[in-house]
C-alpha cells in the first residue's frame, strides 16, 4: 500500500509499505529511542520474514546503526516492542539476543587486536574440551580455516593477532564468525566498510547464496543502493530516525531511491531557510 505525508515542502514524501506476514520472524512495532534531548529514532515499524534479506539505507545519522544495536540487544528502546518468531522479547544484552538467534556484525566489528585469529573468531563463544575447561584450540583453528576458506577471503595465518590484518580481513572475520553460529537472523551493519572490491564482491556472493539457501534472515545496512538493490528482497529506507520508504527489490530503482534522498535534502534545505529568516 501506499501513503502521502505532506511536509510544507513542494514535493509530498511517498512512504510505501509491505504488510507484515504471519512468517516473520522479526517484527519492530513503535519503537522510539532518545539519547537526552536528540531523538534517535521515531516510531519504527519493520518486519522480516523468513529467509528474506532486508536492504536497510539511510544518510549517516538517520538512525539506522542505533536501530541494528536494538534489535541485537546491545541497546533498549525507549518505547515499543520488539516481536521475535511471534513471542514479544524484551531484550536483556546481546547473549539475551543469540539465545533467541539474533547475531550482529557491527560497524566497529568488536575484535580484540591481541587475539588470535582464531580466538577471534571464537569470541565470547570458545570451544572447550570436556570433561576439563580448556580450550579446544584445534577445533577452533579448523572451524575458523574452515568458515574463512567458505567465504573465499584468504588469510594465510590464523593465529596471528587481529591487529596485524588489513581492514577488509579483519571486516570478514566478524562477518565469518557471525555467519557460522547458530544465529538465523543476521544483522550486517556495513559489511562491505572496509573491503576492497574483491573481497566485497565475495561477501556479496555469500549473502547471495545464505538468500538462495532461505535458511536465516539477514538485515544488510549498506550505503551502496547497487549492491542493495541485487543482494536484497525487500528495501526500507530510514530518514530522520523513521522509516519512510518498504518496497520489494524488484518494485523500485537506484533513481526513485536518490530522487527521494534529494527531495528530503530540498524540505531539510527550506526549513533551515525559513528558519533563518523568521
Known sequence: ?????????????????????????????????????????????????????????????????????????????DEGRLMVKGEEADLRSVDHARSLGIDCVYQDLALVNELSVYHNMFLNRERTRRPLPFLDNRAMKRATREALDEIGVNIPRIDVPAARLSGGQRQAIAVARTVNSDAD?????????????????????????????????????????????????RVNLIQDGEITFDKPSANTSVEELNDIVVNEYRRAREAAMAEQGA
Open 185 to 233: 537472523i543476521i544483522l550486517l551493519d556495513e559489511p562491505l566498510a572496509a573491503m576492497g572490491a574483491k573481497e566485497g564482491a565475495m561477501i556479496l556472493d555469500l549473502v547471495a547464496r545464505l538468500r538462495a539457501e532461505g535458511r536465516v534472515s539477514i538485515i544488510m545496512i549498506a550505503h551502496n543502493y547497487v549492491h542493495v538493490l541485487e543482494s536484497c528482497d
Open 1 to 77: 500500500m501506499a501513503d502521502q505525508r505532506d511536509t510544507g515542502a513542494s514535493e509530498p514524501l511517498v512512504v510505501a509499505t509491505t504488510e507484515p506476514s504471519p512468517d516473520d520472524v522479526l517484527r519492530v512495532e513503535g519503537v522510539a529511542k532518545r539519547f537526552g534531548p536528540v531523538t534517535a529514532l521515531r516510531n519504527i515499524n519493520l518486519h522480516l520474514r523468513k529467509g528474506e534479506v532486508l536492504g536497510l539505507l539511510g544518510d549517516n545519522g538517520a538512525g539506522k546503526s542505533t536501530l541494528i544495536k536494538i534489535i541485537s540487544g546491545f541497546q533498549k528502546p
